[in-house]
């Protein structure tokens, strides 16, 4: 439902966040393309035991999502078109894996946690990882031809809350 994501788009309070479900919700929005919708083969793998994140929906949504648009461009001129997302908690820190068949930003193999392509046709106030640094994500990029993987470790201990 529009309204909602554009309430939690507006609203910068700090809250409570289940990045599965805020993954859904997105996702659901991109089934409107019709390149994301008919020619992208997504796997989806949620952990289960995700615990909720503090924070800002937008941080989260614009910064996770800028990925997500990043690898539909890579895959736009790719003959395999294959995108995966996961989450994962792993007691110290929650990760989103993002994994695609398209070429990499640069071009080149590399292996690095800041050649990432501009982002297009998203309006980011500032690029992903200035909006995920507050939490501390760590980000981390491993790319050769048709095979991209982002990997976004935010730390996170239960006792937190």
Do not use: W
Request: net charge negative; with cysteine.
């Amino acid at each position: 439902n529009m309204t909602y994501k554009g309430q939690q788009e507006q609203n910068q309070a700090i809250q409570y966040i289940n990045l599965n479900d805020l993954l859904k919700e997105e996702f659901s929005f991109l089934e409107a393309d019709m390149f994301f919708r008919h020619e992208v083969i997504k796997h989806y793998e949620f952990a289960q035991s995700l615990p909720h994140i503090k924070g800002v929906y937008s941080d989260f949504s614009q910064g996770l999502m800028a990925f997500v648009q990043n690898a539909l461009e890579a895959m736009r001129s790719t003959e395999k078109k294959e995108l995966v997302i996961r989450t994962g908690y792993n007691g110290q820190s929650i990760s989103i894996t993002i994994h695609h068949t398209g070429c990499s930003a640069s071009g080149e193999d590399t292996e690095a946690s800041h050649a990432l392509a501009p982002v297009t046709g998203l309006i980011l106030n500032s690029n992903p990882q200035e909006l995920l640094k507050p939490y501390g994500a760590r980000i981390a990029s491993v790319s050769q031809a048709g095979d991209t993987t982002y990997t976004i470790e935010i730390p996170y201990s239960k006792g937190e809350s």
